[in-house]
């Protein structure tokens, strides 16, 4: 193990064209599947062999394929399973914005109009350009590594300008309004977050592992190390809970809490972080109406169905009436007086309008989907050079699978309702723009040519180097 | 990979593999959690009538039509001005047991327990129901229902009940046919069927204090009082705890005083009609002994009591064509044997005071079992369900319980025909003896605390000697058993026996 060899000058070399077969058969499947879903959709709708939003399709699968190439010419060796699964979830997200009413959103564009799908399309396309930009430019995890609290300092501040300037929607203060444009930073807050744990948590671990405090016989984490942490994490989530984005509040202390057992390795710690989320929680519960609203709604929403339980309801009845293999892509949901029984059905259930659609076997493969996410960041992380990237590759898989599984979960009633998107598959701009982010950076890091990592720095007495100086 | 980058820290692929693991596990609960509702649960969600395919379906579907025990239309399907069909009512005097089912407001009642078979969803033929899922528009028009109710006695109930808050329960205690299912206030169903029926009714419906909405036979609970001492008299001589000659020493100079049960004078109200000699299970049934009862109640003891009160029905939801609230003895926290909290608890239960809380339908059942010698059939009141193309499927009767025989009934049968036929019985339930007819029955007046004036009980069966058939009548705050729910039995049998006559 030479540092020549990892520092070798690059040059021209970087631009030397790879094929990336596997990207191309996983990208083949994604478009045959898509095209079936297009051609069962136009079936359904107007019993002729047609292939409902064909052009919508064509357009997304071209996107599709133009990240894919854009990669195979700049030869970055990056995952390549990544890609096609999050194009399959934004295909399948796409086919279901494309099936249901246009109405439902809509935006002018100086003289267009655009529906539902049209928006979704833009977005998802505009995703794929960060994907594929930051999977080929970035180099390099200094500037990610280097400025930690830079990061946190700019992510507190976005909250804090929605505190400030922020609209309410829904009764709570998420979105930022600029121009014709609207967005939720909590959503890239999670992003923030996770660099910014990495770092620390990075720097700190040696530490962590050994330092201890003792309250008595109790052994707690080294406190005076772990207070800036908890605070940029008390913080972030405070200013949430006091926006009422309580899906944002349980996604950030899941990130903290995984990134905080894989920096450590102790389960006694998350252990102690599980009791102490639950303690926050029951405040929680006792400081806000809405949250025991939530809670009533959620241990019982047969009991006021047609009023609070509504929504949830007609969910559970969507995925009874999926069945095993659904009742086919446009066959459900039916239109009652012309309103769709699934109140927000595009944000916050489009999971209960697949699984009538597409079954439980639907349900299952996007699970599956969201799983293969997972597994590829934490190759990513297994196979990085130092603890920061590892941290980083494992946390940022962790914001997709653990916002899916919020939303997946509470969808099923398995844990109250949060108004949080289902990764990719949901309709809106900032949820899209803010995973498509995550992947880029994903991709980026799992390059097997990404710029070597700084030898740890040396600090002080306390924290010696953890391996040979390497000359 | 010789020659790349140093490889992360010491320890960290554990903790991600870890991770992987707990990631597989959360995706494992998520897969359950569908399976759940997609698989396990969803037959009952998908048949509901709340469902919105089968709201949908409904629009277009015309509902069958319910008929009376003769034939009379009790509900119907007519169209509005947009060819949408919509339900009509034939009477206010139903509409606790018919219930609605409306676009709007979905359905409550017979309505909502058959929607299936009312809009053709549930087909015997299962191939049949098959293709009717796969193909929603294959759907029939939907069955008709033939019910036991007569709407006459029904109508004559509600009227009997006037303004009062109440409950009449009739049936045959020999099948379980209910002729009666009577619940006031009564409501206007056709408004709320009504497409164009006034928007704020049913509003104001569910927020009027008198809750016009509840079902009261079948969802009313209330102290039942003095009737309850026949589920007593069932426990004390299923048990065998007492004979129908077992008398008490310390009765009659408890009448004077009250009883002591552990330092807590059980009390008697209506003591002017004892004698010095102590009084048997006749006797005290026809003067409403209440030290009798409880002497009877501490005999049987708390466990015996609460699971002779479970052989008739209490303790547990009634199979019936409605849902029922569950009956109760006891709370059911204290420790003693039964849930009781002390013995004065079980001594107040033992004549239907304390925490006993019961049904009307409960109680009417409690006089079918006696009046039919110990077998209490499934309560119904949809008898057949009659396919467009003429197909019956009619629903027999069936036994529901069988706690006791006609040992234990005999002497109790004895019991309540002297408490109506009986010297001092009459002055109780003057009202409930039908002319020409040996009646039996069990008066009852509820205290309920506070300022309330007591609920009105009555409970009975005629023909005494061959029960065709058995009544409860509840109204609340009515006052005494004798002066209000008597009479309103009486009238309801003379009139279901001048029928029969006819």
Redesign the interface.
Known sequence: MTAAAAVAPRGIARFRPRTRRRELILLAIVTITLGVGGLSLGMQRTGRPTVEGGTLLAIYVLALFAVHVAQSVAGRRTDQALLPTVGMLGGIGLLLMIRLPQDLVTQRFGGIELGLAQLQLAWLCLGLAIIGTLGIVVRSDAWLRLYKYTWAAIGVALLLLVFALGVDENGSRLTLVVGPFSGQPSELLKVVLVIFLAGYLAEYRPLLATERTSIGPLHVPPLPYLLPMLAMVGVSTGIVIIQKDLGAALLFYVIFLVLLYLATGRASWVALGLALGTIASICLYFLFPTVQERVAIWLDPFADPLGSGFQIVQALHAFARGGLFGVGLGAGLPEIAGRLPIPAVHTDFPLAALGEELGLAGVLAILALFLVVVARGLRIAAAAADTFRALLAAGLAIVVGAQAFVIAAGDLKLIPLTGITLPFISYGGSSLLVNSVVVGLLLALSDRGIEPPPPPRTRGAIMRPLRRSRG | M????????R??????????L???V??V???A???????V??PS??G?P????N???ARSVVRGTIRDRAGRVLASTTRDANGEPYRVYASTATTGVIGYASRRY?SAGIERTFDAELTGRRDPDPVQAILDHLDPSRRRTGDDLRTSLSLPLQRLAVSLLGNDRGAVVMLDPRTGEVLVDASTPTYDANTIADPAGDPAYFAKLRTDPTSPLLPRPTLGLYVPGSIFKIVTAIAGLGSEAITPQTTYSQQPPAEKNGLLVDGYRVKDGHHDFTQPKPLALSEATEVSCNIFYALTGLATGGAELVRWAASVGFGGPIPYDLPTETSQVTNGTGSTPGGFTDRVELANAAYGQAEVLATPLQMALVAAAVANGGTIMRPRVVTAVVSPDGNVAERPAEVWLKPFGPDVASPIRDAMTRAVEGRYGRLFTSGAKVPGVLTAGKSGTAEIGGSGEPHSWFIGFAPADHPTIAIAVLVENGGSGASRASPIAGKLMSAYFAQAAQ
């Open positions: 010789t020659g790349g980058p140093p490889r992360a820290d320890g960290l692929g554990k903790s991600v593999g870890r991770t992987m707990a990631a597989v959360a995706v609960i998520l897969a959690g569908a399976t759940w509702w997609q698989v649960d969803a969600l998908t509901s709340d469902d919105a395919a709201v949908a379906a979905g």
